[in-house]
């Protein structure tokens, strides 16, 4: 087996993981990067998306939205403003960050960030089948 | 020297304050412990992000595309500060020692002719400044309906603070809170969001950024603001119920010794009523 990364989630009220995992796959702003060992340290920011994390314990993957990862020789940390299990994730929570989404789009003057952020929320919707 | 009745209900009526006040206590303490994990769980999202934005911020700091919200608008001639307290009272001098500072930190900028606006964010503090400050409230964040404080309200306080920001109706923010040291001693804080400063960073390890540092850092420092203010809030919770378990344990003891007392003073009465009457009745008997 593959060497492993020590992978930290934390949201700003909870840390929902840290496990060593053999790879990570985060949806970064500019696409979806794969960190595993000796990847080159890097800080991107995360676009709403689904993370993975591949450990000895299986394979678990959450909803977030909003924040960066930081890749690093210590391993991987992302530091997501909203992180849900995905088997926890539910139309509600959708609705509500759609509804968030649009709001914001509605005073902001960067429409094309705005509108792709909610074309993000709706892609991240539709790969998790709610 | 009041009746025998009046002491007696006087005793009856300190015993339900203590337990009153004893029940707080008990109430504060349970939500202490929750308050305290709350501000646990915490920690590590906001140390992480301020270790990352301080390194950003080095690097990217000194150039003159930095973003506003770390170089500021180039003046300080207006402040805004913003005055976190509880929402309720009955916690000792949490609340007052939190206006205490606020309306120094005030003062001293109206005196060095700044310009001052307040944002009150629990009910306490505001009801404490309106006297002598009221002309200088540009708003107030209400949290009494919120049973647990969660990072949404954070938000939508930093969303409030940032909007403020952008129309430039300030220069210079300050958020007032208490942090939580021990259940006995709570630390009024000051502690300047915006302009964002970083203690400590420097020396970052190299990175590649994804996309550039500055497109980073441009959408961390919302971020950024959105937890100090979380985390303020946190602290301040924690604070909160800290101060009113002690204040609520000395309410107690201070019942207790005035129960002590006041059945002291109620037998010494009795007995003396007793007295008296077997005086009258012995003097009467001689008398025959």
Redesign the interface.
């Known amino acids: 087996m593959a060497g492993s990364v020590q992978f930290d989630l934390v949201s700003p009220e909870r840390r929902l993981a840290s496990v060593a995992a053999s790879e990570v796959q985060i949806p970064g702003a500019d696409g979806d990067l794969t960190a595993m060992e000796g990847h080159a340290p890097t800080i991107t920011t995360l676009r709403p998306g689904i993370l993975k994390a591949v450990s000895s314990e299986g394979t678990k993957s959450y909803v977030v939205t909003g924040g960066f990862a930081e890749i690093s020789a210590g391993g991987v940390s992302v530091l997501a403003e909203r992180a849900v299990p995905v088997e926890e994730a539910n139309a509600a929570l959708f609705d509500a960050l759609l509804s968030e989404a649009r709001e914001a789009a509605a005073v902001t003057e960067d429409k094309d960030a705005a509108e792709k952020l909610i074309a993000d929320m709706m892609a991240l919707r539709a790969a998790v089948g709610q | 020297m009041p009746s025998l009745k009046d002491l007696k209900n006087r005793i009856g009526s300190v015993k339900n304050t203590r337990k009153i006040t004893k029940a707080m206590q008990m109430v504060a303490a349970a939500k202490l412990r929750r308050a305290q994990e ?1 501000a646990e ?2 920690r ?3 140390e ?2 301020n270790a ?1 934005m301080a390194g ?1 911020a080095a690097s990217v700091g000194s150039s003159a595309s930095a973003p506003r919200l770390l170089a500021g608008t180039g003046s300080d001639k207006v402040h805004l500060l913003v005055v976190m307290t509880a929402e309720r009272g009955l916690c000792g001098g949490f609340n007052s020692s939190i206006a205490r500072l606020a309306r120094a930190h005030a003062n001293e900028l109206l005196a060095a002719g700044k310009t001052v606006k307040i944002l009150t964010v629990g009910k306490k503090g505001r009801e404490q400044l309106k006297r002598d400050l009221a002309n200088h409230f540009v708003g107030h964040v209400d949290l009494s309906e919120v049973k647990r404080v ?2 949404a309200n ?1 938000q939508t306080i930093a969303r409030d603070l940032l909007g403020r920001f952008e129309a430039g109706e300030f220069d210079v923010a300050t958020i007032f809170y208490n942090r939580f040291q021990s259940v006995i001693s709570q630390i009024p804080t000051a502690q300047q969001v915006i302009p964002a400063k970083f203690e400590g960073g420097g020396a970052s ?7 550039s540092e500055e ?2 850092l441009a ?2 420092l919302p ?1 950024g603001v ?2 100090q203010v ?1 985390a303020a809030l946190l602290e301040n919770g924690a604070s909160e119920q800290g101060a009113r378990m002690s204040a609520m344990d000395n309410a107690t003891r201070n019942a207790g010794d005035m129960i002590n007392k006041l059945t002291i003073q109620y037998n010494r009465s009795r007995q003396a009523a007793i007295t008296k009457e077997l005086i009258e009745i012995i003097s009467g008997a001689e008398a025959l």
Request: aromatic letters at 18%; a negative charge; proline letters at 7%.
């Open positions: 709350a769980a915490a590590p999202y906001a992480r992000m990352v950003l969660g990072y954070a390890a190299l990175y590649d950024y994804e996309p497109a980073i959408d961390l971020r959105a937890t979380f």
